[in-house]
């Protein structure tokens, strides 16, 4: 029973990480200037580097997500996810430490949230679950069946159908998900907007005192 248990909840963190990584290389691909903008910010590298990344990244991205929400060479990309996502948290520890006041950049365009180390507690998250996905399938806990038949030596055979049930019912999950961090980075806004807003108020007020006449 917990090994069938670990072997759901290992293999549905795959295909959540997979959803990640097609939209973050999806939005890159639409947005390529604020994709070359952040990777600049990030390595300080020439623009002809930071464009060819920009070109490859999403790719990359992609390439990963659709290998793991099918299981084809799951073995290798569920490693790739995990050795990309390293990387991600590698460059925001670093920007963060250089003291860069930027957008994190994870998903094009709909990034807009600055860069934190939130930031990097939710790569390290992405990483863990990653890693207990690559676990899985290098341990023959997981395996996937294209037509549709049991394998013998797996906890869990991922046939076509069950792919599919699960696609669904994590990608589900990964809008609440992004639903949720929409709601925190809005309130954020509207936060540092009535901290702003009074900060104006106050400092009007104060001259508005000091310009009175003296009796």
């Given at each position: 029973?917990?090994?069938?248990l670990?072997?759901?909840?290992?293999?549905m963190a795959?295909q959540?990480?997979?959803?990640?990584f097609?939209?973050a290389?999806?939005?890159k691909?639409?947005s390529?200037?604020?994709?070359?903008?952040?990777?600049?910010?990030?390595l300080?590298?020439?623009s002809?580097a930071?464009r060819?990344?920009?070109i490859?990244?999403?790719w990359?991205?992609?390439?990963l997500a659709l290998?793991?929400?099918v299981?084809?060479?799951?073995?290798?990309s569920?490693?790739?996810?995990?050795l990309?996502?390293v990387l991600f948290?590698?460059?925001?520890?670093?920007a963060l430490l250089?003291g860069?006041d930027m957008?994190c950049?994870?998903?094009?365009?709909?990034?807009t949230?600055r860069l934190?180390?939130m930031?990097?507690?939710?790569?390290?998250?992405?990483i863990?679950?990653s890693?207990?996905?690559?676990?899985?399938?290098?341990?023959?806990?997981?395996?996937?069946?294209?037509?549709g038949?049991?394998?013998p030596?797996?906890t869990l055979?991922?046939t076509?159908?069950r792919?599919l049930e699960?696609?669904?019912?994590?990608?589900?999950?990964?809008?609440?998900w992004?639903a949720?961090?929409?709601?925190?980075?809005?309130?954020?806004?509207?936060?540092e907007?009535?901290q702003?807003?009074?900060?104006h108020?106050?400092a009007a007020?104060i001259k508005r005192?000091?310009?009175?006449?003296?009796?």
């Amino acid at each position: 029973m917990f090994g069938l248990l670990y072997a759901l909840t290992a293999a549905m963190a795959g295909q959540f990480v997979a959803w990640v990584f097609l939209l973050a290389g999806i939005a890159k691909l639409l947005s390529p200037a604020k994709t070359v903008a952040a990777i600049q910010a990030y390595l300080n590298v020439p623009s002809p580097a930071a464009r060819f990344l920009a070109i490859v990244l999403p790719w990359c991205e992609i390439v990963l997500a659709l290998s793991l929400l099918v299981g084809l060479a799951a073995p290798y990309s569920s490693i790739g996810a995990v050795l990309l996502l390293v990387l991600f948290s590698t460059a925001q520890v670093s920007a963060l430490l250089r003291g860069k006041d930027m957008n994190c950049g994870c998903f094009g365009t709909l990034s807009t949230r600055r860069l934190s180390w939130m930031n990097v507690i939710a790569n390290v998250v992405l990483i863990a679950t990653s890693s207990a996905f690559v676990a899985a399938v290098f341990c023959n806990v997981i395996g996937f069946s294209w037509n549709g038949t049991e394998l013998p030596a797996h906890t869990l055979t991922i046939t076509p159908i069950r792919g599919l049930e699960m696609q669904a019912v994590t990608l589900i999950v990964f809008v609440q998900w992004l639903a949720g961090n929409q709601i925190i980075t809005n309130r954020r806004y509207e936060h540092e907007y009535w901290q702003e807003r009074r900060a104006h108020t106050s400092a009007a007020a104060i001259k508005r005192l000091h310009q009175q006449p003296q009796l």
